[in-house]
């Protein structure tokens, strides 16, 4: 790909992506405003039946408290008789700060104080980069695992495309990974919290996963004793889950990043440097799964002298096309280093 080429290619991603921010900017809008219009007209109604029933209050006087509640509401504190349901207990502040260090942020808790807001200032500095590092290591060390010695088996075992041996593995991994942390929380969510349909706790998973965070359903705040007896276990459990599947999400994300497929279009839209070191990152990767596979070729070798395959070839070939050549028996004459 030519430098104007990719300059081109990453000029129409430019127009491609502000048409698409134009484009959904314009459905919402059509989905949502009559919604929100009807709302309105809505509470509008209910304002005025209310004075028109309890004429000792003034209509002032009620803006006034109106006002005062939703401002602390969104700062977590409720007066809808749910006083007893505290925001900065430290489960709770345990949940907070996860939302923070992922940069999920609900907002539907937020510091009250000044030193409180200074603080979270001051811990997401240092907090937000600790977090990027740890889940990059971590994701790095179950890549390892889940993807990379997965498809490097199989690639040997099935003498299979590495290219459609890695979509399958990824869509297989991103079946996996959707069933179980948002199907089956889904279900658990709905089961818990008595105001959500599937469709709402599907939502909130989804949201919280992608570190959406809009902060519209968050669960434990209606909390229901019949149904959940513990509330801090409850809001505990919902925090590891949310570490634990953003973890899972970026793992797949960086399989699907992985492709060679993905590699070859996001060429298009690099300049050369960057393609060059791109390109230098993936012989690195494919020099280390070269390794793995002579070794294994190394064992094959001594388990069974009578096969040796060439090594030269066996190389030759993986770099070429990604495939290990399969082993062949040498004939007496190629053994004995003559040829045939």
């Excluded at 937020?110 to 030193?115: A, C, H, I, N």
């Excluded at 001594?302 to 770099?319: L, N, W």
């Amino acid at each position: 790909v030519r430098n104007g080429s990719s300059a081109l290619n990453f000029g129409l991603l430019v127009v491609a992506y502000i048409l698409y921010l134009i484009v959904g900017a314009a459905i919402f809008s059509a989905i949502e405003l009559p919604y929100e219009e009807a709302l309105r007209q809505k509470l509008k109604a209910d304002l005025r039946d209310f004075l028109r029933n309890n004429s000792c209050v003034s209509d002032a006087r009620l803006e006034k408290l109106l006002a005062r509640a939703l401002e602390a509401s969104n700062y977590g504190v409720s007066i809808l008789g749910n006083d007893t349901q505290r925001s900065w207990d430290f489960v709770s502040s345990l949940f907070f700060t996860s939302t923070v260090l992922t940069t999920t942020g609900y907002g539907h808790t937020v510091p009250l104080s000044d030193g409180g807001k200074a603080f979270c200032i001051f811990y997401s500095l240092l907090g937000i980069p600790v977090t990027l590092f740890f889940l990059s290591a971590a994701v790095q060390r179950i890549m390892s695992v889940v993807t990379r010695r997965p498809l490097s088996y199989f690639h040997r075992r099935w003498a299979m495309s590495k290219s459609h041996l890695g979509v399958i593995h990824a869509a297989f991994l991103a079946f996996i990974t959707t069933l179980t942390f948002v199907i089956i929380p889904a279900w658990i969510f709905v089961a818990f919290e008595k105001d959500w349909n599937f469709l709402e706790a599907l939502y909130f998973c989804f949201i919280s996963l992608t570190t959406i965070g809009l902060g519209d359903y968050v669960p434990g705040e209606t909390p229901n004793k019949d149904l959940n007896p513990h509330p801090h276990l409850y809001r505990l459990a919902i925090t590891v889950y949310l570490l634990l599947g953003l973890v899972c999400v970026l793992v797949v994300l960086e399989t699907c990043w992985e492709l060679p497929q993905m590699k070859r279009l996001r060429h298009r839209f690099y300049e050369k440097n960057l393609r060059e070191l791109d390109s230098e990152t993936t012989n690195i990767i494919d020099r280390d799964q070269l390794s793995d596979q002579l070794a294994d070729t190394a064992d094959h070798v001594i388990d069974h002298p009578a096969t040796i395959p060439s090594v030269s070839e066996q190389a030759a070939s993986i770099r070429q096309n990604g495939k290990a050549a399969p082993y062949t028996l040498a004939s007496g004459s190629a053994l004995n280093g003559k040829p045939r």
